[in-house]
């Protein structure tokens, strides 16, 4: 559970400061956000010199697919996947992938890279024409697969985790929150139809109307 803990990083935070990179800000002076789980995975480089951070691109990923739990998703971004424990694991040992943060079935949220930094996510991907999408954009993995509906807790913990993220970085509109298919399409299928995005997209607005 989560939300609680993105709920008072907003509150220390202070309406006057929304994600502002300052001590008392939701995001840190290093670009991790307050009141999360860190795990700094090795995946990640840093973005082009005046490289607009304005795409936030939605994903989703199961270790092994379709299982849920565990901590696989964590070991395969950190680099420590034990292709012993499952067959899948060595078809993808070679990978060296990261996101900015992955969120849990239960809510849970973990940041992988900061913000600051290009993590690896989108591959090859464009959208509106400019290419390398890991260039410009920030990562959220949900824990989930292209079969399976996402649970409320997700999607509360993605909108807040979303309006933290926009407040930091506001060119992030509504119209440039998109998923994984959108910029690599008939390569990745990610989040795929089970992600709600009516729904997402109403609790942002709702959210908007409310802060
Ligand atoms: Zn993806």
Redesign the pocket.
């Known amino acids: 559970m989560d939300k609680p803990i993105i709920k008072s990083a907003r509150k220390a935070a202070g309406e006057s400061t929304p994600g502002q990179l300052n001590e008392s800000g939701l995001i840190d002076s290093m670009g991790w956000l307050v009141g999360v789980i860190r795990k700094p995975s090795p995946n990640f480089n840093a973005r082009p010199a005046h490289a607009a951070v304005d795409l936030l ?5 199961s270790l092994p697919p379709e299982q849920f739990g565990g901590a696989y998703v964590d070991d395969f971004f950190l680099n420590q996947l034990d292709t012993d424990e499952h067959p899948y694991f060595r078809e993808i040992e070679h990978l060296q992938v990261s ?1 900015h943060f992955f969120i849990r079935r239960d809510g849970q949220v973990v940041q992988f890279v900061s913000v600051l930094d290009r993590a690896w ?3 090859q991907s464009e959208w509106l024409g400019l290419a390398d999408c890991n260039n410009y954009s920030l ?1 959220i ?1 949900l824990e989930g697969s292209d079969n399976s509906l996402f649970t409320e807790l997700q999607y509360q913990q993605l909108v807040g985790l979303t309006q933290i993220l926009r407040g930091q970085f506001p060119a992030i509109t509504p119209e440039r929150i998109v ?3 959108d910029i ?1 399409p008939g390569r ?1 299928t ?2 795929g139809p089970g992600f709600d995005w009516l729904h997402y997209r109403s609790c942002l607005t709702k959210s908007d109307l409310h802060s």
Do not use: F, T
């Not at 691109?57 to 990923?61: M, R, W």
């Open positions: 691109v939605i994903h989703n990923i996101a996510h989108a591959g990562g993995e998923g994984h298919s690599a990745k990610d989040p």
